[in-house]
């Protein structure tokens, strides 16, 4: 008996109603994306290892997916490599290659390889898949879309506002009720510095950015685990519990941690930020959380971090500043600041809210029905008019009973069907059926056309 055909848990196929559906959030933020001005590109799915490993931090240098070399990939390492069982050790040898983790360091490395063919600012926008070698659960996937788009070569504030402004079009046009919760890592670091542990700053983010997720005293004693003095986790506390405004939180962190070099310079861009955005009347609530971390080690200025109000979710769309990334590639001095719209994480909040339209731009509009030679060749002729009109249109393919027909359209919901039968054939005209409200009515093709086209 044949094995039945599965896919890897942590991914997903894709029906054509769901396709639609995933192509309305791709079409709105790309919409979104040129109206700001930022262009295409597209990366490999796959990048050598060296360009990925030592981006993301331990924790996330686990979770990428490795490719075995093609060939015999077992003959690189020796007898004695092998039975270390040094997966480091052996991953070098026996894999060069990695999916990618995600759109950002890919397009950090393009941007040094192209580096003479760029023009700076450079201001790009990418979306395809990405793949992590996480545990699946809801809400996250082993292979998922990231809508990304990013600003390099200019360390200007304004950027950091448009992209704020950028979510505020995207999740308006979805209907989705959002905060921005906005933080900045010089703070962090400031902070680090303040409570004495200045060099520990990653292990400090890293707890921090868990923080809604498992909670104060879970955090606290990861910190202790990790080897932060007890002094230092009590020096945080108050840091974490600051409430208030804007202004207010920022006037009781300059009293914290203003002597701080980082930290003064982290709260000045916070306000700067904000004094941009007061002016605009944002449909999405923006507010500075100070426990946001984003753990992903290349940040070193603003960062960003979606949820959807309205559902139980993580966040939806994240990002932030990365003024080192390009410098590890042989690039110093190159600023970048982007964030990443999640389009798996999207679609189960409108799936959720049920705030997908009914009908799209990719639906079926018309089925003409086939019910003989004369009435098939009838029907193609004006079939072609109304696709050069731009409406979506079909045939049925075979010349079947005409319920089979009608439940197909059922099925695939049309709206329209298009009956040509003896009667209709000698009149020269249409019976357009009006498959919602079952009324009918005899047309001509230029009005079928005009019908359509309302």
């Known amino acids: 008996m044949a094995q039945k055909p599965s896919i890897p848990k942590g991914t997903r196929d894709f029906s054509p ?6 192509n309305y959030i791709f079409d709105t933020i790309k919409g979104v994306f040129r109206l700001y001005g930022f262009q295409p590109i597209e990366t ?78 450079f201001k790009r926008y990418q979306i395809q898949p990405v793949w992590r070698a996480d545990r699946p659960q809801k809400g996250r996937y082993r292979e998922f879309y990231q809508c990304d788009v990013d600003i ?21 046009k979805l209907k989705i009720n959002t905060v921005v919760k906005i933080n900045n890592r010089k703070i962090l670091a ?12 990653v292990d400090i983010t890293v707890a921090i950015d868990k923080l809604d997720k498992i909670g104060l005293e879970k955090v606290n004693e990861e910190l202790l685990e990790k080897g932060i003095p007890q002094a230092a986790v009590d020096k945080l506390q108050p840091i974490l519990h600051l409430s208030g405004s804007v202004s207010e939180k920022l006037a009781q962190l300059e009293t914290a941690i203003g002597q701080s070099e980082s930290g003064a310079k982290g709260i000045a861009e916070v306000r700067t930020l904000f004094a941009y955005l007061e002016p605009f009347n944002l449909n999405t609530e923006v507010e ?23 559902v139980a979710m993580g966040s939806i769309c994240g990002g932030g500043r990365y003024d080192d990334l390009t410098g590890i590639f042989g690039m110093p001095g190159v600023s970048g600041v982007g964030i990443s719209f999640g389009a798996d994480r999207i679609y189960d909040v409108l799936t959720q809210l049920q705030l997908f339209p009914a009908a799209t731009v990719d639906s079926t509009k018309l089925l003409f029905v086939n019910l003989g030679v004369a009435e098939e060749a009838f029907c193609l002729s004006i079939l072609a008019a109304i696709r050069q009109s731009g409406i979506n249109a079909e045939i049925f393919p075979d010349q079947s009973k005409m319920k089979k027909q009608m439940t ?19 009149q020269g005209k249409i019976n357009l059926k009006n498959m919602l409200s079952g009324d009918q009515q005899l047309v001509d093709a230029q009005e079928l056309i005009k019908v359509l086209s309302e």
Do not use: H
């Not at 197909?408 to 000698?426: Q, R, T």
């Open 17 to 22: 109603v769901e396709m639609t559906n995933r």
């Open 44 to 121: 490999p799915a796959m990048e050598n290892l060296s360009t990925l490993m030592g981006k993301y931090g331990e924790e996330g240098d686990k979770l990428l997916f490795k490719i075995l070399n093609s060939g015999d990939f077992a003959a690189a390492p020796s007898e004695q490599e092998l039975l270390e069982r040094n997966s480091i050790r052996l991953t070098n040898k026996i894999s060069e290659k990695g999916l990618r983790y995600d759109l950002t360091v890919p397009f950090a490395r393009y941007v040094v390889q192209y580096r003479n063919d760029i023009s700076f600012p």
């Open 152 to 172: 390099v070569g200019s360390d200007s504030l304004l950027n950091e506002m448009e992209l704020v402004q950028i979510v505020d079009a995207v999740f308006t």
């Open 190 to 201: 400031g902070i680090a510095e303040v409570i004495g542990e200045k060099d520990r700053i």
């Open 288 to 310: 500075l959380d100070l426990t946001l971390a984003r753990g992903l080690n290349y940040y070193t200025g603003a960062i960003f971090e979606v949820k959807a109000k309205d």
């Open 408 to 426: 197909w359209a059922n099925n695939k919901n049309i709206p329209f069907v298009a009956i040509v039968g003896e009667e209709e054939l000698a």
